[in-house]
């Protein structure tokens, strides 16, 4: 590597660490509690928990590593533990999953502390392929076992991913199965046919799709809701969208913490991805901290 890409690299891990120390800031400040993540000298995290339909907690707030990789993928996670994350987002797909274990290694953090998820690609679908898969995952992340492990797309052989899926659960190999970007006639046709229900769904979430009724439709059925993108990374103009601004200025908080606060109080946990911007590294430092 030369020493402009290298110092580009170095750049880049700075924004995506304040990217992490904001997005827990942003999500717990001024909710009546003396705890703030990521606050220096603290040893544990102190994000919450919500219980999933099976009884596993999980943390409401995630660290995801979509694009990342190399040794920025394993920084960034590393550092993403020491500011008290616990719920570390990856997939197949990413192709990062060696880094991100990497990363969990040099964070120093027992594997107990931590709630890991992975996802089965479309083609790794049906279950002999997704069996495959998941201990290519396991091997790739350095781990025995997986906290979360979820279809990522309703596509392909997901009849027979979920039959793999749902017997590593119950030899356990994972703590929790759940699915991604699924409707909710995609879920009811799962439901149908197995007997364990997702006990996540990982959806597209933010306040220009607000997926309002596909959250309603899962919580009777105890499917937790879990938004990735929720801060739209970057798009329509969210850090100064007008309507979210008059909300920020009455609580003196900015745009995206009245993002972050909103999807929390409708109980949705949140894969806080490293808030890639769609327009380029143009808030490379944050200017929505203030």
Not at 28 to 48: D, Q
Request: hydrophobic share 40%; aromatic share 10%.
């Amino acid at each position: 590597m030369n020493q402009k890409n290298h110092n580009k690299g170095i750049k880049r891990r700075d924004f995506l660490k304040t990217s992490a120390a904001f997005a827990g800031t942003a999500m717990f400040m001024g909710m009546g509690t003396s705890r703030l993540f990521g606050a220096p000298g603290l040893p544990e995290s102190s994000i919450e928990n919500v219980t999933l339909n099976n009884g596993v907690k999980m943390p409401i707030l995630g660290f995801g590593t979509y694009g990342l990789n190399g040794e920025v993928c394993k920084d960034s996670v590393a550092d993403a533990l020491s500011l008290g994350y616990r719920l570390i987002d990856t997939a197949t797909v990413y192709r990062n999953e060696e880094f991100v274990g990497a990363g969990i290694k040099q964070s120093g953090i027992k594997r107990e502390e931590l709630f890991i998820t992975s996802k089965v690609w479309v083609d790794d679908s049906g279950y002999e392929k997704a069996k495959i898969a998941f201990e290519t995952s396991l091997k790739k992340l350095g781990t025995d076992y997986l906290d979360l492990y979820l279809i990522h797309r309703p596509r392909g052989d997901v009849k027979g991913s979920w039959k793999a899926m749902e017997e590593l659960y119950k030899e356990g190999k994972i703590r929790a199965i759940g699915v991604s970007n699924f409707e909710p006639h995609q879920l009811d046709e799962l439901m149908a046919d197995f007997d364990v229900t997702p006990a996540v769904n990982q959806i597209e979430s933010h306040a220009f799709f607000q997926q309002n009724k596909a959250n309603a439709y899962m919580k009777p059925h105890k499917i937790q809701m879990e938004a990735w993108a929720p801060l739209a990374e970057g798009r329509n103009g969210l850090f100064t969208n007008e309507t979210l601004a008059a909300i920020g200025k009455k609580y003196n908080k900015s745009n995206a913490q009245v993002s972050l606060r909103w999807h929390y109080q409708r109980g949705i946990m949140l894969s806080l991805a490293h808030l890639r911007m769609r327009t380029g590294w143009k808030i490379s430092t944050f200017s929505i901290l203030s």
